[in-house]
């Protein structure tokens, strides 16, 4: 499969995948095993034997990929070869015997998220706002930066989130602190970002597939994305930034 020669492996992603990851993880048989059961490669035509080898495999896969993207009636029709590959790679996580959850760097809880974030915003020049006033909404994490030389104060809020079920509330309690930030943010694993897209896909209502019905929502919202995986924080989408109230927001926080 070609991916394009100059193509940034690390900064482009598909289904919220690395291009990176993606690459190494079509060499690993537990994946491509996956990738024909989610796909449903049919049999060689020449003989009706099932691809043995990774390389057959790997060249049924991209055949199948071609006939869906040839389709007109499927939901694939019009996206890139590699989007195919990443959301069936992620469909088929459970299948793959845990191989494709590391990819999308899956974690148990959403609490998992908050040493990596903490990280990043120390890194940002950042400290974190140790509990919460009375009056100052609910958000996860909300972070200061105090104005020196050629910058200014900001306030950051973020939400840490690894629940799709839970995705509605709290965009909407970000909605609720956005007043009293600079910028906000979502923070998450690519694997709850794939879910989304994926989980809207199998929607009946829709008939094309969407890479960037994530990013959309968040930024119709005016707020930017996290992507956390492992110790690695990286901004996949800016947050509009707000002119709030900082000495209202001072006052709240207790700040000088």
Not at 56 to 67: G, M, N, S, Y
Not at 180 to 200: D, G, N, W
């Amino acid at each position: 499969m070609h991916f394009g020669f100059f193509t940034d492996v690390d900064a482009t992603r598909y289904c919220y995948l690395r291009l990176r990851r993606l690459k190494e993880a079509i060499k690993a048989p537990e994946i491509l095993d996956g990738l024909m059961r989610q796909l449903e490669v049919p049999s060689d035509p020449s003989d009706g034997k099932t691809p043995s080898s990774e390389r057959h495999k790997l060249a049924a896969i991209e055949l199948q990929i071609d006939r869906l993207l040839g389709d007109k009636t499927s939901i694939w029709h019009g996206a890139a070869p590699a989007e195919v590959l990443a959301a069936a790679m992620f469909s088929a996580r459970e299948a793959s015997g845990g191989a494709a959850k590391i990819l999308f760097s899956d974690v148990a809880r959403k609490e998992d998220l908050a040493p990596p974030i903490a990280m990043w915003l120390n890194v940002m020049g950042f400290k974190q706002y140790e509990g919460f006033p009375p009056g100052f909404p609910r958000v996860d994490v909300v972070a200061y930066q105090v104005g020196r030389l050629m910058t200014t104060p900001r306030v950051l809020g973020i939400e840490l989130q690894n629940d799709l079920s839970e995705l509605e509330p709290t965009l909407s309690r970000m909605s609720g602190v956005a007043m009293y930030t600079h910028a906000t943010y979502l923070a998450c694993t690519p694997a709850l970002a794939a879910e989304f897209v994926v989980a809207r896909a199998k929607d009946p209502r829709v008939e094309r597939w969407d890479r960037a019905a994530f990013r959309d929502k968040l930024a119709l919202l005016g707020f930017g994305l996290l992507l956390v995986e492992g110790d690695a924080v990286s901004e996949s989408l800016a947050p509009k930034e707000r002119k709030p109230d900082l000495a209202k927001i001072k006052e709240l926080l207790g700040l000088k």
